[in-house]
């Protein structure tokens, strides 16, 4: 039982709710009008606006994707018959593509998105514990957003067309700038600029990644509802907390680290420039020191996110539940001490190697304890081939497959070999991407039908995220090939023997793409079009499926009290009703709690 | 297309060092265990999938919502997993980061695009030759970024840091040519700073160190053609096109003799100007072209810069000079003696 009495609302809020609103009234028409979601303190609506921001940055990041894939298509130039301009534009591109998505889909994501959304249902509370900080993240985020997208996109258009923004310096130096080349030693005078550009736009979205961090750590410490000690917590908690931890904790440094290079710049001290004393391969740490643990900001929600799905829709109490809050913590933890494995071959001290390998190591078997536990919780289920599901177990392929061709980069003698190749580049897609995208989509998936009271179409669901996982596979197995075999990333024309392999892998990011546009054009249907949703389309047991779909404005008349989050045998389908019926008498038993007026 | 895929079924470049079979030994031992490893998880989500799948008629049945044993036990077996190959990995790195004592060294600069391989006799190369079967260290550095001296066949690879050495050791074990890249990203033309190692037979290989030091006692030499052999080997044409086309730097074709603006003022492309612009790049720079290029000072010779000048006259439709010395093979003895600081020409 939880040891700290949690108010019922929020902190600092008053404790009496208002009157019921009246039925059919829910968030989304609650208030109207622009302003009403601009300036909206309701965690739901900033849930959505984040949704917006970020699928908006996926389109970018997607559309650049392509053309980079269809740059290299052939080893010769393709948008521009001039070679020097074609390798620039696909310079461009590759950084555009890679920091935003690094920095506005992948990191942001799911905490953001699902998490902002879910989070305070979860808690059986009415918001976060800070909802104007959390609107102060959001706008935080747009701001940086906005400004990051145009001085990347600046640069895109001074290279393509000759358009010269105010500011818009562009940058072509991936989404790591390593210095010394992003601070001015390159052929384009202004990437200097680019650089401190782009890390103030980096600057300003770690302030939102921080205080998101904050909020959630604080709602989960203070707002958890009667009956939910830590260990009664949805392990979609779990992974938010442990994700919070290290975004308060990595993301101060990417701030120093931007600070640093201004200070170098302004005021002329040599920290990273060897040309006045400094050395490049200390910001190659600072940077790792964040960008590392900023893997796994990407990858533990999503983590959280499988737990819920694959544990609702095989209707089966979750395996080895403390095993995977554990491993979530032990994740975190871990995930600070790994980031020199990226700098094996950029000349720091053998000794320095050798451990950074073992602790690497060392974080793989948490993973594996999740997968291991995710397919036992199917084991003697009955499972329900719903688009999340299938999304989930798309996520186990890719992520299995990831995790484990992670074995060959964390052994040292191997990483020589595959590092700066097309090996890492496959690795991280299927991890970074291939992972986290799928866990996004089957969270969107399993709780679109609470965010917009609407079903959405199973078949082409199904379809789109098969049609997916197949592009997937194609674009990136070819990679692993061509990386082990010496092909090196970040080239915009590469020897003609390569040249099948990237053939098959544009293909595959075309596949990919009719994949993506499926389920989008899937989700929009079910808002337009959809069967409307109940309250508990699934059957689940955590609290946000004992409120209605779309949850009203405080998503809770009556403070819900927590049960087992997995007891999902309480839950009966009625086939008179069709409709998922819950056995409170047996909750209760198995939750252990006191009878209490239960709301559903 | 496909068949060009099948016909190199193999994942792994050719074998070339000392070290290679070892490396290759633990990729192919990892690739078995994560084969095992996928293999067990994806049969067992699928068999679940489909025999637990829900259907009339069918219940979800008990079962444990924990079990320690079954716990322990996947923790521990992935532990010794993980540990195993951690050791191998670390037993093949030391064997690469030791350097056997009688080893022959090569110094390596990078530079934007190119890379240059100094060998004891002081003499540059843009390829790395070595010989068979005998520890090369390479010592690398970097005159301007970050760039990463990868060599696939010899499953090799260090970064090269301005101001500071790295340094690494190989031993070829097979004749013959293997590639070179740049694998740390260095800006435009990063896909195109490619080199070749070219492994020699041992008896060999001073015979080529001998020819390749002096271009003037190579068969059919002409100052001319020497220059157009250096600015090909040295990466001068990695930026200076011969096509008439500016790229990084301006064209070299009818370069000489030719009127250019700079930043501030106007200059004759003419020996002086040549010179000055290959040992002080950043001096007196052509208008539209920015600071990038690197120094030479110390790394070509003046008969080199006779050469490249030679070549440069041979190019250009503003040069209306007698070019006979250009072509004789004769011509470089006098400026070979010459002291460095003698102006050109």
């Not at chain 1, 001290?269 to 490049?280: C, N, R, W």
């Not at chain 1, 499926?545 to 389908?573: I, M, R, T």
Request: overall charge neutral.
């Amino acid at each position: 039982m939880s040891a700290i009495t949690p108010p019922a609302h929020g902190i600092g809020l008053p404790v009496e709710r208002e009157p019921s609103p009246p039925r059919g009234d829910n968030y989304l028409t609650h208030s109207r009008g622009i302003l009403s979601w601009l300036f909206s303190l309701d965690h739901k609506r900033i849930g959505i606006m984040y949704l917006v921001g970020v699928l908006t940055a996926f389109l970018i990041g997607g559309i650049f994707a392509l053309l980079l894939r269809t740059e290299l298509l052939t080893p010769g130039p393709t948008f521009n018959s001039n070679k020097a301009e074609a390798w620039t534009f696909y310079n461009h591109c590759f950084t555009l593509h890679g920091a935003v998505m690094v920095f506005l889909f992948v990191i942001p994501a799911i905490p953001a998105v699902l998490g902002n959304f879910v989070l305070p249902i979860m808690l059986g509370a009415k918001d976060v514990a800070f909802p104007r900080l959390n609107l102060g993240s959001f706008w935080c985020w747009i701001g940086g957003a906005i400004f990051f997208t145009y001085v990347l996109l600046g640069g895109i258009l001074n290279a393509s067309f000759g358009w010269h923004l105010p500011g818009g310096y562009g940058l072509d130096t991936g989404w790591t700038f390593y210095t010394p080349y992003s601070t001015g030693q390159g052929p384009h005078a202004h990437s200097t600029d680019g650089t401190i550009a782009a890390l103030l736009g980096v600057f300003i979205l770690g302030f939102s990644s921080i205080l998101t961090g904050v909020n959630f750590i604080a709602s989960i410490h203070m707002l958890r509802p009667k009956g939910m000690g830590w260990f009664r917590m949805p392990l979609m908690l779990w992974a938010l907390y442990a994700t919070s931890v290290i975004q308060i904790l990595a993301t101060p440094v990417l701030a120093i680290t931007g600070l640093l290079l201004l200070a170098e710049r302004v005021i002329g001290v040599g920290i990273f420039d060897p040309a006045i004393g400094g050395d490049p391969v200390l910001y190659q740490h600072f940077f790792w020191f964040y960008s590392h643990p900023a893997v796994y900001i990407m990858i533990l929600p999503a983590m959280g996110v499988i737990s819920e799905v694959i544990s609702t829709h095989s209707r089966k109490h979750v395996f080895g539940y403390n095993f995977i809050a554990y491993s979530s913590i032990a994740i975190a933890l871990l995930s600070f001490l790994v980031w020199g494995h990226h700098m094996f071959v950029s000349g720091q001290s053998p000794l320095a190697n050798a451990i950074f390998s073992l602790l690497t190591f060392s974080v793989a078997v948490p993973s594996a304890i999740k997968v291991f536990n995710w397919v036992s919780t199917m084991y003697r289920g009955d499972i329900r081939f719903t688009t999340a599901m299938v999304c989930a177990m798309c996520f186990i392929v890719m992520f299995t497959f990831g995790g484990l061709t992670g074995l060959f980069l964390g052994a040292l003698s191997n990483n020589i070999h595959v590092t700066g190749t097309y090996f890492i580049v496959a690795h991280f897609h299927y991890v970074m991407v291939g992972s986290v995208l799928f866990a996004f989509l089957a969270g969107l998936y399993h709780w679109w039908p609470k965010m917009f009271g609407r079903m959405t179409d199973l078949a082409w669901g199904n379809a789109g995220a098969l049609t997916l996982l197949v592009g997937f596979n194609l674009t990136f197995m070819p990679q692993f090939i061509m990386g082990a075999k010496g092909m090196p990333r970040r080239y915009a024309t590469y020897p003609v023997e390569f040249q099948g392999y990237h053939v098959v892998s544009t293909i595959g990011a075309y596949v990919m793409a009719i994949g993506l546009f499926t389920i989008a054009f899937n989700l929009l249907h079910a808002l337009l079009k959809g069967e409307k949703a109940p309250a508990n389309p699934w059957g689940a047991n955590t609290l946000e499926w004992h409120c209605p779909s779309p949850p009203p404005h405080d998503n809770f008349p009556v403070e819900p009290v927590a049960g087992d989050p997995y007891d999902l045998k309480s839950w009966q389908w009625d086939e008179a009703t069709k409709q998922w019926v819950l056995d409170e008498q047996r909750a209760r038993t198995v939750a252990g709690t006191e009878p209490t007026v239960h709301h559903h | 297309m496909l068949l060009s895929i099948l016909a190199q079924s193999a994942y792994l470049p050719p074998r070339a060092s000392t070290v290679a079979p070892e490396v290759d030994g633990l990729f192919n031992a990892i690739l078995a265990i994560i084969t095992f490893f996928c293999l067990v998880i994806f049969a067992a989500m699928i068999v679940f999938a489909i025999k637990y799948r829900h259907r009339v008629g069918h219940e979800g049945g008990a079962s444990p919502g924990h079990s320690t044993a079954l716990e322990l036990t996947w923790t521990i077996i992935p532990t010794i997993i993980v540990l195993t190959v951690f050791y191998y990995g670390f037993k093949g790195f030391l064997n690469e980061t030791v350097v056997p004592p009688n080893a022959y060294e090569v110094q390596v600069d990078a530079y934007m695009w190119g890379w240059a391989f100094t060998y004891p006799n002081g003499h540059v190369d843009p390829e790395l030759h070595i010989p068979k079967d005998r520890p090369i260290r390479l010592v690398l550095s970097s005159r301007d970024v970050i760039h990463s001296l990868y060599l696939p066949a010899f499953r090799m690879q260090k970064s090269a840091v301005p101001g500071r050495y790295n340094r690494f050791w190989v031993q070829a074990t097979r004749l013959g040519e293997f590639p070179i890249y740049c694998a740390q990203y260095c800006g435009q033309n990063h896909s195109e700073m490619l080199s070749k190692v070219v492994v020699h037979d041992p008896k060999e290989f001073p015979d080529w160190l001998e020819r390749a030091s002096d271009l003037a006692k190579q068969p059919g030499f002409t100052p001319i053609k020497a220059g157009g052999q250096i600015v090909a080997a040295r990466g001068c044409l990695n930026c200076h096109h011969t096509d008439g086309t500016a790229s990084t730097g301006p064209t070299f074709k009818d370069l000489f003799g030719k009127q250019e603006v700079l930043n501030d003022g106007e200059v004759t492309v003419d020996e002086n100007y040549i010179r000055e612009s290959i040992l002080y790049p950043q001096k007196r720079i052509v208008k539209g072209f920015g600071p990038v290029m690197p120094s030479f000072l110390g790394s070509l010779k003046d008969n080199e810069i006779d050469w490249i000048i030679w070549y440069l006259k041979s190019i250009s439709a503003n040069y209306k000079g007698d070019m006979s010395a250009g072509l004789s093979g004769g011509a470089v003895a006098t400026s070979q003696a010459a002291p460095a600081t003698k102006p050109a020409q």
